[in-house]
């Protein structure tokens, strides 16, 4: 079982990207997912989850900038992230609450946004 992260790159300010991840292996269905996101020398913070049945919790931060979304068929969860600052500027971890294995964490995208 694992949860594959992909999306990340390089953007300038102002610009959007779209993060995936995705869960394979064999699982029974999948809890809340979410992001996370680690600047350098930072502590890992929430940026947005998604429950299964589709309710949304967002940091301040990104309210109005970003937006989590999730295909429960594919077993995906997706960030829009839009109006990039440079202070967005992180390695973005997926998360998700898988049944019956528990809590998995991806492996991190970076995502680097120049001013």
């Known amino acids: 079982v694992q949860l594959q992260a992909s999306g990340g790159g390089l953007v300038q300010a102002g610009g959007s990207l779209r993060l995936s991840c995705v869960v394979s292996?064999?699982?029974?269905?999948?809890?809340?997912m979410g992001w996370y996101r680690q600047a350098p020398g930072k502590q890992r913070e929430l940026v947005a989850t998604?429950?299964?049945?589709?309710?949304?919790n967002y940091a301040d931060s990104v309210k109005g900038r970003f937006a989590i979304s999730r295909d429960n068929a594919k077993k995906q969860v997706y960030l829009q992230m839009n109006s990039l600052k440079p202070e967005d500027t992180a390695v973005y971890y997926c998360?998700?609450?898988?049944?019956?294995?528990?809590?998995?964490w991806g492996q991190g995208t970076e995502v680097t946004v120049s001013s």
């Open positions: 998604i429950t299964r049945s589709g309710a949304i």
């Open positions: 292996g064999s699982i029974f269905s999948i809890g809340d």
């Open positions: 998360n998700a609450a898988l049944v019956p294995v528990g809590r998995y």
